[in-house]
Nanobody
Framework: QVQLVESGGGLVQAGGSLRLSCVVSGRPFSLLAMGWFRQAPGKERQFVAAISRSGISPYYTDSVKGRFTISRDVAKNTVYLQMNTLKAEDTAIYYC?????????????????WGQGTQVTVSS
């Protein structure tokens, strides 16, 4: 059974940084494309970033381009989301997701597995 465990969330002031981690187990990490989504209270789950199985192709939603970086470490079965210059509107629960094939990397329905989420709160 595939498990995704996120960590790294917390409270940070606007302009600060956080790095989220997601450790994957139960399936060869190299066979999974990975994504990060977020959900703020009262809002739908929103795509943030994704990375292909090879790690060559990252994708970002426009609002985080230039501030967030997604990466993966095959040796550690881990995907990261480095978040810099955080803003109050980045406040949400952040979810890690994995899928064997991403037809639409920005759609939650493309992902087969999800983590439990980690809270990110940015104070202004």
């Amino acid at each position: 059974q595939v498990q995704l465990v996120e960590s790294g969330g917390g409270l940070v002031q606007a302009g600060g940084s956080l790095r989220l981690s997601c450790v994957v187990s139960g399936r060869p990490f190299s066979l999974l494309a990975m994504g990060w989504f977020r959900q703020a209270p009262g809002k739908e789950r929103q795509f943030v970033a994704a990375i292909s199985r090879s790690g060559i192709s990252p994708y970002y939603t426009d609002s985080v381009k230039g501030r967030f970086t997604i990466s993966r470490d095959v040796a550690k079965n881990t995907v990261y989301l480095q978040m810099n210059t955080l803003k109050a509107e980045d406040t949400a629960i952040y979810y890690c997701a994995a899928g064997s094939y991403l037809g639409d990397y920005s759609s939650p329905t493309s992902y087969d597995y999800w983590g439990q989420g980690t809270q990110v709160t940015v104070s202004s």
